[in-house]
């Protein structure tokens, strides 16, 4: 079994930034994708950002090109997503997600609120 342990978001004026962590623990296939989705009220959850676990080969949504960056520690057991300028539209929650694509298996966290409001 795998656990997602989020941490970070919140409340956060527009053009500020946020940081949020999502830790894996458990029983975690070398080979995944860890990242981040998100949804909004009324709409679809989206794909954020992703990265691999071997040779970090990342996807962003083009929405936030050039203001998110994600990034995973050494462990890969950690994946961060820094959130610069930061737009209203960017107003959800998100989730972590860990994919380990050679069992078709998708874990998610429990969700964290990121609000950018004025």
Known sequence: ???????GGGLVQPGGSLRLSCKASGNIFPY????????APGKERELVARMSSVANRINYTDS???RFTISRDKTKSTVYL?????????????????E????GRDYWGQGTQVTVSS
């Open 64 to 66: 936030v090109q050039g």
């Open 100 to 103: 380990v694509p050679r069992f």
């Open 82 to 98: 820094q959130m610069n300028s930061l737009k209203p539209e960017d107003t959800a929650v998100y989730y972590c997600n860990l």
């Open 32 to 39: 995944n994708f860890m990242g981040w989705y998100r949804q």
């Open 1 to 7: 079994q795998v656990q997602l342990a989020e941490s």
